[in-house]
């Protein structure tokens, strides 16, 4: 692609640089999307940090992660997503209510940023509240 603007990351967890790959060098030739790319840890798969990429431009998803952290981003996502469905919500309301909930503004209520706490918060959050005597509130 041309004209694309190049990102320089750096794993948060050892320092090396990360490298600009196609996502079947970490998800292998079952890669749904042949198209998508990753910024993996140049130390990969030692150090198992990456973060997926924008399709149109590169441009990181988030920060990268490890194993532990993406598995809490990706339970973050479903649980907002089910509220969202649950609450007939359109993505960018559901998207504003975890802003308003979380005392973020529009640039920092990105889940792809979140720590594994901010993740957990997110989680309970979206939770149905329980009702007196156990059961799920209507």
């Known amino acids: 692609m041309k004209n694309m603007k190049k ?4 794993c ?5 640089p990360a490298i600009c790959r196609p996502a079947s060098s970490v998800y292998g030739a079952d890669t749904i999307d042949r198209g998508s790319y990753l910024y993996v840890c140049s130390r990969w798969p030692a150090c198992d940090s990456y973060v997926s990429a924008h399709k149109k431009d590169r441009k990181p998803m988030g920060t990268m992660a490890n194993r532990s952290l993406r598995q809490k981003r990706i339970l973050a996502h479903q649980a907002l997503k089910r509220l969202q469905k649950e609450r007939h919500m359109n993505k960018w ?5 975890l802003q308003a909930k979380l005392g ?4 920092q209520a990105h889940i792809g940023m979140f720590s594994e706490q901010m ?3 997110v989680i309970s959050l979206c939770r149905p509240p329980v009702k007196p ?3 799920m509130a209507a």
Do not use: M
């Not at 990102?7 to 750096?10: D, G, I, M, T, V």
């Not at 948060?12 to 090396?16: F, L, M, Q, S, V």
């Not at 309301?93 to 209510?97: L, P, R």
């Open 119 to 121: 993740c957990e918060k």
């Open 133 to 135: 005597g156990g059961g």
């Open 93 to 97: 309301a559901a998207y504003v209510w």
């Open 12 to 16: 948060p967890y050892c320092g090396a």
């Open 7 to 10: 990102y320089n990351l750096k």
């Open 104 to 107: 973020l503004d529009e640039s």
